[in-house]
C-alpha cells in the first residue's frame, strides 16, 4: 500500500525518521515537502502518533487527480450536518478541483462547505479544528486522502504545560526528541540512557513511545530534580504508563560507568551542554574557546558511551554549530569517534534550527561494535 507524508519544517530529518520507523518501505517520491512509501497497511493514526516531524499522513488513492475520485470518497462519508472537506497542493498549484466536487456534491443534495485556506495546503490546525475531509494533490501526480494530523496541542502541552522547564540551559522540543529516539531504531524493550537528561524531554518521549526501561542522569541536581517532576507530571495524566520503569540520578558524564556498569545499555539519545546561553554572537574568539571546551567534553562522553553501550549499541548525539559569517565552528570529533569504535550511520547531515538561531543542532547517528 502507498503512503504519503507530510514533512515538517527540517524535511530532510523527517524523511529519515520516517525511514528508521519503516526500514523495509520502498520509496515512490520524495521532495522537500512530503515522502510517498509502498509498504505493508499500518494504522495511519498510530504512526502519526508515533512520528515527530511528520505533519499529517495520507493513503494515496487509485483512479487518478479527478473530481470523481474525491466525489466517490465522500459519498462514503456518514455525516450529520454540514460536510466540509478541503483540497491542499503540494508542490503543484491549485485549480478548480475543489469547487467541481462541490458542484457535484450539490448535485446529489448535500449539504458541503469547501473548506480553504491562504496557502496552498491546509494547515494541521485548520483540518483539525474544522474536521476537514483532506485530499492531497501531490506535484500532479499523486491524489491522498488525509488519514492522521499531527496533535499540536498535546506537544504544545508537554511543552509548556509541564511543571519545569530551564531556558536558560536550552530545551528541546518534544517533537525533535521523539525523532532522535526514532532515528536510533531502538525496540521499546531496550534500555534507553540519556546523560544529559536536563528537563526530561527524551525521557518523556521515549516513556509516551512504549519504553519501558528508561534512565536520566544530568550533572545538575536542578536538572534531575526537573525531570522528576516532569515525569511524575506525565505518568500522573497517563495512566497508561504505570508499569514504566525509569531512573534519573545525578551524574557527570565522565563517571558513567561507575555508576552504571559496563554493557547495560542499548541506546543512548541525548542533547549534550552545548555552551553557554547567547543573547548574541561573542567573536570569533570566544567562541572557538566555547568549541575547544564542548570538544573534550564530548570525547570523554564517548570515551564513557563506549564502556555502557552493548555491542551493537546506538547512540543519538546533538553537535552545535555556530555561524558566524560564512564560517561555521563546530567540534570536529568525527576521526576520534571513528577511533573509539563507532560508525556513522546517517550518510546526510540532520540539521534543525530557525532562521536567525545562534546556534544550530547536528543531529548525527552512531552504531558501536
Not at 13 to 32: F, H, R
Not at 234 to 247: F, Q
Request: aromatic share 8%; charged share 25%.
Amino acid at each position: 500500500m502507498q503512503y504519503a507524508f507530510v514533512l515538517g519544517a527540517h524535511p530532510k530529518l523527517s524523511a529519515a525518521e520516517i525511514k528508521a520507523v519503516l526500514p523495509q518501505a520502498s520509496v515512490v517520491s520524495q521532495t522537500d515537502a512530503f515522502l510517498i512509501l509502498e509498504t505493508a497497511p499500518f494504522k495511519p493514526q498510530v504512526m502519526q502518533s508515533r512520528l515527530g516531524g511528520t505533519i499529517k499522513i495520507a493513503e494515496v488513492l487509485e483512479g487518478g487527480i479527478t473530481k470523481e475520485t474525491i466525489v466517490s470518497e465522500l459519498k462514503k462519508v456518514e455525516i450529520s450536518g454540514k460536510l466540509k472537506f478541503g483540497v491542499s497542493y503540494y508542490h503543484c498549484q491549485p485549480d478548480t478541483l475543489g469547487m467541481e466536487v462541490k458542484g457535484e456534491l450539490k448535485k446529489l443534495g448535500l449539504s458541503i462547505r469547501l473548506v480553504t485556506g491562504r496557502d496552498k495546503a491546509l494547515s494541521s490546525v485548520i483540518v483539525t479544528k474544522n474536521k476537514v475531509h483532506e485530499f492531497l494533490v501531490l506535484e500532479n501526480k499523486y491524489l491522498a486522502r488525509t488519514s492522521a494530523v499531527q496533535d499540536f496541542e498535546k506537544y504544545s502541552t508537554r511543552d509548556y504545560g509541564r511543571p519545569e522547564r530551564d531556558m536558560k540551559s536550552g530545551s528541546l522540543p518534544p517533537k525533535l526528541a521523539k525523532m532522535m529516539i526514532n532515528l536510533s531504531g531502538a525496540d521499546i524493550s531496550q534500555t534507553l540512557l540519556d546523560p544529559f537528561c536536563g528537563s526530561g524531554t527524551v525521557l518523556q518521549e521515549a516513556l509516551l513511545l512504549g519504553f519501558t526501561s528508561v534512565i536520566g542522569t544530568d550533572k545538575s541536581q536542578k536538572a534531575v530534580d526537573d525531570t522528576n517532576k516532569n515525569l511524575e507530571w506525565l505518568l500522573a495524566n497517563d495512566k497508561s504508563r504505570v508499569a514504566t520503569t525509569y531512573k534519573v540520578f545525578q551524574s557527570d558524564v565522565s563517571t558513567l560507568s561507575a555508576q552504571l556498569g559496563s554493557a547495560s545499555i542499548d541506546v543512548i539519545v541525548t542533547e549534550p551542554y552545548l555552551g553557554p546561553p547567547l543573547r548574541e554572537l561573542p567573536d570569533r574568539k570566544t567562541l572557538a574557546a566555547t568549541v575547544d571546551e564542548l570538544t573534550v567534553l564530548y570525547q570523554t562522553a564517548f570515551t564513557e558511551f563506549t564502556r555502557v553501550l552493548r555491542p551493537g549499541g546506538t547512540v543519538v548525539f546533538i553537535f552545535p554549530s555556530f555561524k558566524v559569517g560564512s564560517v561555521v565552528l563546530a567540534p570536529q570529533l568525527d576521526e576520534a569517534i571513528k577511533k573509539l569504535g563507532f560508525t556513522q550511520v546517517n550518510e546526510t547531515p540532520l540539521l534543525y534550527g530557525r532562521t536567525g538561531q545562534k546556534v544550530f543542532r547536528d543531529i548525527e547517528v552512531f552504531r558501536f561494535s
